[in-house]
Each structure stands twice: as C-alpha cells, then as structure tokens.
Nanobody, 114 residues
Framework: QVQLVESGGGLVQAGGSLRLSCAAS????????MGWYRQAPGKQRELVAA???????NYADSVKGRFTISRDNAKNTVYLQMNSLKPEDTAVYYC????????WGQGTQVTVSS
C-alpha cells in the first residue's frame, strides 16, 4: 500500500519560515520526480517546485529565491524549505511522487499571517 506522509505545515507570520516533509512508502517502482503543489481557496492547484531523480529542479516564479526543494533518495523523502513567507503563500500544500504512477499526499495547511 502506497503512503505519502506529509508534515511541517502550520501557522507562521509573514517573513517566517517553514519546512515541509513528505515521506513515501510502499512504492515498488523507482521514483522519478517528486514535488510540491499548492491550492489556495478558489484557485487551481499549481506547481510550487519539483525535483527529478537526476536532480533537475523547477520552481514557480513566485517562489524562486525563497523556497528550496530537496530530496533524500535513500529515504524516499522530499522536502520544501520555505523562507520569507508571504500571506499569498497561504494554501494547502500537496506532495506528489511520480513513479510508474503518480501519487498524491493528503495535503498540509500552510497559513501565513500578515
């Protein structure tokens, strides 16, 4: 059974930092890309950052220079370090893991107060 366990969300003031983690288990095929998406109320889910097994990284323009994605292949875990958070970063953040199939985490709430 595949499980993606996310952690690290919460409430933070503008300018603060949070670190999200997503640990994947039960995936029998090799993992290619791992990434983070977010969805704010009334908006579509959007890509925040993604990293391939080869280390290629892609960021949304809105988070470049503030967020850093990384992964630990031995632990099948992807991280998102979020610095200089802004109120517009408030959303539910979802982890996505792409192997032979794509898997989504349950989401973790990030709220940034002004």
């Amino acid at each position: 059974q595949v499980q993606l366990v996310e952690s690290g969300g919460g409430l933070v003031q503008a300018g603060g930092s949070l670190r999200l983690s997503c640990a994947a288990s039960g995936i029998i095929f090799s993992i290619d890309a791992m990434g983070w998406y977010r969805q704010a109320p009334g908006k579509q889910r959007e890509l925040v950052a993604a990293i391939t097994s080869g280390g290629k990284i892609n960021y949304a323009d809105s988070v470049k220079g503030r967020f850093t994605i990384s992964r630990d292949n031995a632990k099948n875990t992807v991280y998102l370090q979020m610095n200089s958070l802004k109120p517009e970063d408030t959303a539910v953040y979802y982890c996505k893991v792409v192997s032979r199939y794509a898997y989504w985490g349950q989401g973790t709430q990030v709220t940034v107060s002004s």
